[in-house]
C-alpha cells in the first residue's frame, strides 16, 4: 500500500484535463461538421511523451497527451497550425473545404527534439481518435 502511495504522489498531476465521458462519446461519432465549416480531428496516438500545446493561427485549441485527441470546426480555406512543447515549436498549415472530416497527428516522435504534424488518413485517423480520450479545449 505504501508503494502505492508513493508511485501516486510522485506521479503529479495528468499532463491535460479530459472531457467528460458525453464529450468523449460524441466526438467519437464522426458526425459531420456545421453548414460551411469541415472538421479537424488533431490526434496523439503515441504511448508516451511530453503534452502537446496545438494552435490554428491565433486559436488555442488545447493540449494534446498520449492516446488523446480534440476536435474542432474551421472555415474553409488555408489555416496555420502550431504544435508547441516546452522546448520546440512546429508550424505547418492545412487548406479545408466545407464538409470535410481531416485527421491531424501530432506527436513528440521517439528521440526527436521537435513535435510532429502530420495528416493521416481517415482510416488511421478514426483508428487514433477511437483508441485515445477527449481532452477540454
Known sequence: VIGMLLVAACSGPPPVTYAPAEQNAAGKAFNPPPPGMAA????????????INVTVGPMVIGRLAPMSWMRTELGAG????????ANS???SSITVAPGQ?????IEMP????VCSIREAAPDAGRAGVL????TMQ
Open 110 to 113: 521517439p528521440g526527436s527534439a
Open 40 to 51: 479537424v480531428y488533431f490526434y496523439n496516438p503515441t504511448n508516451n511523451g511530453p503534452a
Open 131 to 134: 483508441a485515445g480520450q477527449r
Open 78 to 85: 488555408w489555416h496555420a497550425i502550431t504544435c508547441t512543447t
Open 101 to 105: 472530416i481531416r485527421f491531424i497527428d
Open 89 to 91: 515549436a512546429n508550424p
